[in-house]
């Protein structure tokens, strides 16, 4: 109308029921009042309002616009985690960013795109998204991470462990476990070189994991890609403990809520891993051990080993039924067991168990009355002994977690001896 024929100031004023003044401000705003309303989230939109938090509102709209720059998914629900990170814990002041508060957020920034919250986030997610997403990446550099909870044995702190698993789609890299529990410093890990373990321990808080335990983790993570010259795809569940974080080599993708339940960890990857926990849980025998109960640093060990022994095939498998491999795949997946690990066949010889003779090997004439200083054979109380010295040397001098891996085969192979 401004732009039409012209009309009086007073005509105008009449026509819109408002005083003449308030007709010349606006003509005089002109150029500022149309460049709002061109940026506004919505064209209907008559009245200009602020919000309380214009800091959280600008921060927001950087992060969705670098978000849809890169295809990553931008949605209410991840919405409101990233602010909810951005604000806070409850107790601070501010926005509460509920749904009513990112509906008038809508209305005054271009945040959330018309129709976003009709679509099917699963179903598209996993129909049109991911397919996309990991078109240009093979199945060794599609990762996957998420949580599972562990119950520790009696006379250890706290009742359970929050465990942060993490692997890729061929099967053939899981990353080391991170444990979350409830103590800060156990008295068990003192002594131990934590920096060489095979897995690494950190206090969670009162619901496991949180936002900055996991974003150390990411760091951590995207720090040992890019030492090894590669760039992967990160697929987690939209979760408030899941910040986005921009990484040099590792980029984040998160699956909405309606597909959590679909996640490779899910189809059988942590109930794996939980089962060979259970298992060597029951296997510490105290009575043949000389020990009590199992403390923290038996556990993570355990828990260390039955990672180890969640096999490659299945990690594959789990990700396919899933539907979080990249189409037209055609890497090969090593599905044999790792070099040097040992079993059962290998403790034997031609078919028969390796039976060693007391007097084999004796020369003629050889004076018995030697075999008095020949030790002999130790009981498997002294055996478990001399493998938790072993344990132990290691925790305090090892220089690579892969001594650990050595070390792991030797207390099977044990096992497997004992066990007949």
Same mark, same amino acid.
């Given at each position: 109308?401004?732009?039409?024929?012209?009309?009086?100031?007073?005509?105008?004023?009449?026509?819109?029921?408002?005083?003449?003044?308030?007709?010349?401000?606006?003509?005089?705003?002109?150029?500022?009042?149309?460049?709002?309303?061109?940026?506004?989230?919505?064209?209907?939109?008559?009245?200009?309002?602020?919000?309380?938090?214009?800091?959280?509102? &600008?921060?927001?709209?950087?992060?969705?616009? @670098?978000?849809? /720059?890169?295809? =990553? !998914? $931008? %949605?209410? #629900?991840?919405?409101? +985690?990233?602010?909810?990170?951005?604000?806070?814990?409850?107790?601070?002041?501010?926005?509460?960013?509920?749904?009513?508060?990112?509906?008038?957020?809508?209305?005054?920034?271009?945040?959330?795109?018309?129709?976003?919250?009709?679509?099917?986030?699963?179903?598209?997610?996993?129909?049109?998204?991911?397919?996309?997403?990991?078109?240009?990446? &093979?199945?060794?550099?599609?990762?996957?991470? @998420?949580?599972? /909870?562990?119950? =520790? !044995? $009696? %006379?250890? #702190?706290?009742?359970? +462990?929050?465990?942060?698993?993490?692997?890729?789609?061929?099967?053939?890299?899981?990353?080391?476990?991170?444990?979350?529990?409830?103590?800060?410093?156990?008295?068990?890990?003192?002594?131990?070189?934590?920096?060489?373990?095979?897995?690494?321990?950190?206090?969670?808080?009162?619901?496991?994991?949180?936002?900055?335990?996991?974003?150390?983790?990411?760091?951590?993570?995207?720090?040992?890609?890019?030492?090894?010259?590669?760039?992967?795809?990160?697929?987690?569940?939209?979760?408030?403990?899941?910040?986005?974080?921009?990484?040099?080599?590792?980029?984040?993708?998160?699956?909405?809520?309606?597909?959590?339940?679909?996640?490779?960890?899910?189809?059988?990857?942590?109930?794996?891993?939980?089962?060979?926990?259970?298992?060597?849980?029951?296997?510490?025998?105290?009575?043949?051990?000389?020990?009590?109960?199992?403390?923290?640093?038996?556990?993570?060990?355990?828990?260390?080993?039955?990672?180890?022994?969640?096999?490659?095939?299945?990690?594959?498998?789990?990700?396919?039924?899933?539907?979080?491999?990249?189409?037209?795949?055609?890497?090969?997946?090593?599905?044999?067991?790792?070099?040097?690990?040992?079993?059962?066949?290998?403790?034997?010889?031609?078919?028969?168990?390796?039976?060693?003779?007391?007097?084999?090997?004796?020369?003629?004439?050889?004076?018995?009355?030697?075999?008095?200083?020949?030790?002999?054979?130790?009981?498997?109380?002294?055996?478990?002994?001399?493998?938790?010295?072993?344990?132990?040397?290691?925790?305090?001098?090892?220089?690579?977690?892969?001594?650990?891996?050595?070390?792991?085969?030797?207390?099977?192979?044990?096992?497997?001896?004992?066990?007949?």
């Amino acid at each position: 109308m401004l732009e039409g024929p012209k009309v009086s100031q007073s005509e105008l004023a009449k026509r819109f029921g408002v005083s003449q003044p308030q007709i010349c401000r606006i003509i005089k705003n002109k150029e500022r009042i149309l460049s709002e309303w061109h940026r506004s989230g919505d064209p209907e939109r008559k009245r200009r309002r602020e919000g309380k938090d214009a800091a959280l509102e &600008a921060a927001l709209l950087r992060w969705v616009e @670098g978000a849809r /720059a890169t295809d =990553l !998914p $931008a %949605g209410r #629900p991840l919405l409101q +985690l990233k602010a909810r990170h951005v604000v806070g814990p409850p107790a601070r002041p501010g926005p509460k960013p509920d749904n009513g508060w990112l509906a008038r957020v809508a209305f005054r920034k271009p945040l959330v795109e018309k129709g976003d919250a009709e679509q099917p986030a699963g179903e598209q997610c996993a129909s049109a998204v991911l397919p996309g997403l990991l078109r240009g990446y &093979a199945p060794s550099e599609v990762f996957c991470c @998420g949580e599972a /909870a562990v119950p =520790l !044995p $009696a %006379g250890c #702190p706290g009742e359970r +462990l929050t465990l942060l698993l993490c692997a890729n789609a061929s099967g053939s890299e899981k990353v080391p476990l991170r444990a979350l529990g409830d103590s800060p410093r156990p008295h068990c890990l003192r002594g131990v070189n934590l920096q060489q373990m095979p897995w690494s321990y950190r206090a969670g808080g009162p619901g496991g994991l949180t936002a900055p335990l996991f974003a150390e983790w990411l760091r951590e993570f995207d720090e040992a890609v890019r030492r090894r010259g590669r760039s992967v795809v990160l697929l987690l569940a939209e979760h408030e403990a899941h910040p986005y974080l921009q990484l040099s080599n590792v980029r984040m993708v998160f699956v909405p809520p309606a597909a959590v339940l679909a996640q490779p960890l899910d189809r059988g990857i942590a109930g794996d891993l939980k089962g060979h926990y259970r298992r060597r849980l029951l296997r510490w025998l105290p009575a043949e051990r000389g020990a009590g109960q199992p403390t923290l640093l038996d556990v993570l060990h355990m828990l260390a080993q039955a990672w180890g022994d969640v096999s490659p095939g299945l990690i594959a498998s789990c990700f396919r039924a899933a539907g979080f491999v990249p189409e037209a795949s055609t890497e090969a997946m090593s599905l044999s067991p790792a070099r040097g690990r040992l079993n059962r066949e290998q403790l034997e010889r031609n078919g028969e168990p390796v039976e060693v003779d007391g007097d084999e090997g004796m020369a003629e004439g050889e004076d018995t009355a030697e075999l008095v200083a020949v030790p002999p054979c130790p009981s498997e109380r002294e055996v478990w002994r001399s493998l938790a010295t072993l344990r132990r040397y290691l925790e305090c001098q090892a220089t690579s977690p892969d001594l650990f891996q050595a070390f792991y085969e030797l207390e099977d192979a044990v096992h497997m001896v004992s066990a007949g």
